[in-house]
């Protein structure tokens, strides 16, 4: 059973400062998604990753996918308070079943 | 990218009530799917609502309480039946676009009574 999960969970950050989320996911795939949810809202697609080694840039964020750690990074860069949202991965294929994280609470701080 | 519709977007309900939630795309699309979210959690993914068949449930869902129509390329439904207070969710449809991701709707937010 695939399995998805995030780290960390809630995130307080101060603005212009760096951090990364980390997705890891407990089977052999080379598709993986990252979405944004502001609170009452619905899903926003951020980034598609579909290949060992793929890396994408907007704006103050940058996902990369490592499939043979079965690993995602989502990098933030000097981060601002229109950042602050829930931050999904999820693994899967367009096609099929999505197995999403838990997510990341990020909270931006002035 | 693909542009989803969802009717209610918001609804109180009485319990042992059911109600019918639409979605609606803005182009033929193969893929469609059900997914339900539960104040502060993740999704969790209900059905695949296959045009001209049933629908293909999850393990820990069945048709009877979560009835799913898909008459063509571009709606579906799904009804919520016999509703309890552990229903309140948000349950969101989402497609799946060839070579590219799966689009979310806004979701419609149910609270059972």
């Known amino acids: 059973e695939l399995k998805v999960e995030q780290n960390p969970l809630f995130l307080s950050m101060q603005e212009e400062k760096n951090y990364t989320i980390y997705c890891n996911y407990s089977t052999t795939s080379d598709r993986l998604y990252w979405y944004r949810q502001d609170p009452g809202k619905s899903l926003e697609s951020l980034f598609v990753?579909?290949?060992?080694?793929a890396v994408k840039q907007e704006g103050r964020l940058m996902a990369s996918l490592d499939t043979k750690a079965r690993l995602s990074t989502l990098h933030i860069t000097a981060a601002v308070h229109d950042l602050s949202a829930t931050y999904f991965c999820?693994?899967?294929?367009?096609?099929?079943?999505?197995?999403f994280g838990p997510g990341t609470r990020l909270s931006v701080l002035p | 990218s693909a542009v989803i519709s969802q009717k209610p977007s918001r609804d109180i309900c009485q319990r042992g009530t059911s109600l019918t939630i639409q979605c609606q795309v803005d182009?033929?699309?193969?893929?469609m799917f059900w997914y339900r979210q539960q104040p502060g959690q993740s999704l969790t993914l209900i059905a695949t609502a296959n045009q001209g068949s049933e629908a293909t449930y999850e393990s820990g869902f069945v048709i009877d309480k979560f009835p799913i129509s898909r008459p063509n390329l571009t709606f579906s439904t799904l009804t919520v039946s016999n509703m309890s207070p552990e229903d309140s969710s948000i349950y969101l449809c989402?497609?799946?676009?060839?070579?590219?991701?799966?689009?979310f709707g806004p979701g419609t937010r149910l609270l059972v009574l």
């Open positions: 999820a693994v899967g294929n367009y096609g099929q079943n999505f197995v």
């Open positions: 182009s033929q699309v193969t893929m």
């Open positions: 990753l579909l290949s060992n080694g």
């Open positions: 989402s497609v799946g676009v060839f070579l590219e991701t799966q689009y």
